[in-house]
């Protein structure tokens, strides 16, 4: 385990329940994110004014070790989000080690980063929230600013670890961005991808 790994350290948001699946979870925030979302609902991630503060997976340990009696009986445990989680990936691979068994490691990630991040943290985490925006290419670049490429790519990867099941797709309807038809299209080129049977459908609140 790499002790001295570091991750930018924004905030943590504990107690959870229902919303980054099962049991009682924590979220942890970290800076940085590979997308420029036209609708970003965390735009403190990107900031420069925004205060973050480097942290080691003790420090991190410590702190959320208060709600390990919620985890265990609940089959909680920690939600690494952001930003973009996988950004962090060989820290979230280190904190893992540290954790007791029972906890579970939940990332919520956009997969659009290199391969070699998603699997430095890919024995690490139990469940995956992955956010692909859309899947077509031209309304993905328009809403991101960037090329969902690699998102396909990382796709494929974790079908071929055999992940499917661990993974939930959210798959968002953006005003002015994309249709019902299109969300559509997106779960069917999943689909295409590897056996995914998890998806969620929403809609992005637009004020």
Known sequence: MNKNVTMPFIAMDRLRMTTDGDGVTTLVASKGCPLACRYCLNKDVLA??????????QELFEKVKIDDLYFRATGGGVVFGGGESLLHAR???AFAELVPKDWKILAETCLNVPTDLLNAALPAVDTWIVDIKDMNPEIYRAYTGQD????????RALAEAGRCDDVTIRVPLIPSFNTEEDRARSVEAVKKIGP???FDLFSYMVH
């Open 48 to 57: 420069e004014s925004v205060p973050s503060r480097p942290i080691t997976p």
């Open 91 to 93: 820290f979230i691979a």
């Open 148 to 155: 969902n490429a690699q998102v396909l790519k990382n796709l």
């Open 196 to 198: 995914f049977t998890k």
